[in-house]
């Protein structure tokens, strides 16, 4: 059920009024750093509204569910219609002692599926004008295969990329660094990094799409997935792509978040084509609040819900089984969706789940990073969070398959596969929080994983 909000002092109206009208500028590119992008124009992935019905955090009691609307499912399909009900950021401020009693959310307006459609079945051209970057690929390769999923796979994940890195910069006022590179046995990639800014620390949001064959070391990976490739005269031909993100805050009380979306294909002997879908985001808070994780669990849920009753419980217990450092006996923080090798009920099908998945990474993170904007903290808060961020390399270097994918394929860009680790982070010989303190509390949560919702 929604929340109304009623904002009665005139103060708090005007102030919430020039907030909304600086979020509107999200979505155009010309108000924010025109010259950074390839052509000047509204985002292509979302409208922008404001509204009073949404979601409002308060500093006790219950979260509140964002508001949903223009619910519409294709026949016989189940895929997502638009961008239902995402919560997109934050007004109405209420502080006490500096930090953020509640956060009203404006939400985005859903579009139908025929507006889907039209975006999908436009002119390349027009929708790349978002984007940080011109795509990887050829815009006029893109445009004579526009109806293959590879190129429907790399204009979304363009899309996700432009959508996180514009919202990121308007709340840290920074721009990101756009790094155009070339993979000289087929491919790219584009590498967007924000560091030492107002509020991120370091902020990396990557999109790669590189093709050729496959090394001898990537494809027992695959086999050892289960994965049955059938190559000729030792060779198979892939194309892989997908959009990864890292944010590290600076503050302590803003929650370092990951995402990833990828499509993988490979060609075997007969030329028949394996594909798969894989992803997901994830939250790694320093300290546990239960209103954020409920406000970013039940976004990635009703995401989920459009597909398949299932999906979220599933690929919520699939992340917190990825996210798993076994050598310390905790997982990297409190989860929230991921799976891998995804290729039913239909490609069509998959590419939907993935699509509403994508276009989650703002609602589900910017709120949050909101509410904590001005959160006070202590040095001892700051050195938690350093030796939390110790265990995020850790897991990082030693069991994420993405790095070690990387890493085993040839021409593969180093600086954009380790842009995921923080530009600090702690290693203290056996450390243990003390007992009944928060950090002890979110030991225990990592120690044995929740359910939010």
Known sequence: ???????????????????????????????????????????????????????????????????????????????????????????????????????????????????????????????????????????????????????????????????????????????????????????????????????????????????????????????????????????????AMGVSSVIHPKNPHIPTVHFNYRYFEIEEEDGCKQWWFGGGTDLTPVYVNKEDAFHFHNTLKEACDKHHPQYYTDFKKWCDRYFYVRHRGETRGIGGIFFDDLDSPSQEEAFGFVKSCARTVVPCYLPIVYKHLHDPFTAQEKDWQQVRRGRYVEFNLVYDRGVKFGLATPGSRIESILMSLPLSARWEYMHEPDLGTREAEMLEVLRNPKEWL
């Open 1 to 239: 059920m929604a929340t109304i909000v009623l904002i009665k002092n005139t103060a708090q109206v005007t102030s919430r009024r020039c907030f909304l009208s600086k979020l509107k500028g999200l979505s155009k590119a010309g108000e924010c750093h025109s010259s950074r992008y390839f052509h000047v124009s509204s985002l292509p992935l979302t409208t922008w509204s404001s509204r009073t019905a949404g979601v409002r955090f308060t500093s006790h009691g219950t979260a509140g569910r964002s508001a949903a609307s223009g619910r519409s499912r294709r026949r016989g399909v189940l895929a997502l219609s638009g961008a239902a009900a995402i919560t997109a950021a934050v007004a109405g401020f209420m502080a006490n002692v500096n930090h953020f009693q509640r956060a009203e959310m404006a939400t985005l307006v859903p579009r139908a599926a025929d507006d889907d459609d039209e975006e999908e079945g436009g002119d390349i051209l027009m929708r790349c004008r978002g984007f940080m970057s011109p795509p990887v690929t050829d815009v006029a390769v893109l445009q004579d295969r526009k109806g293959e999923m590879c190129t429907r796979m790399e204009m979304l994940i363009m899309e996700t990329q432009a959508a996180f890195c514009k919202a990121l910069e308007e709340v840290d006022g920074g721009t990101f660094k756009v790094d155009r590179w070339e993979r000289k046995e087929g491919g790219g990639g584009i590498s967007c990094v924000m560091q030492d800014g107002k509020v991120f620390e370091k902020a990396g949001v990557n999109v790669s799409v590189v093709f050729g064959n496959l090394t001898e070391e990537a494809a027992r990976q695959m086999k050892s997935r289960g994965k049955v490739l059938k190559g000729k005269d030792g060779m198979l031909p892939f194309c």
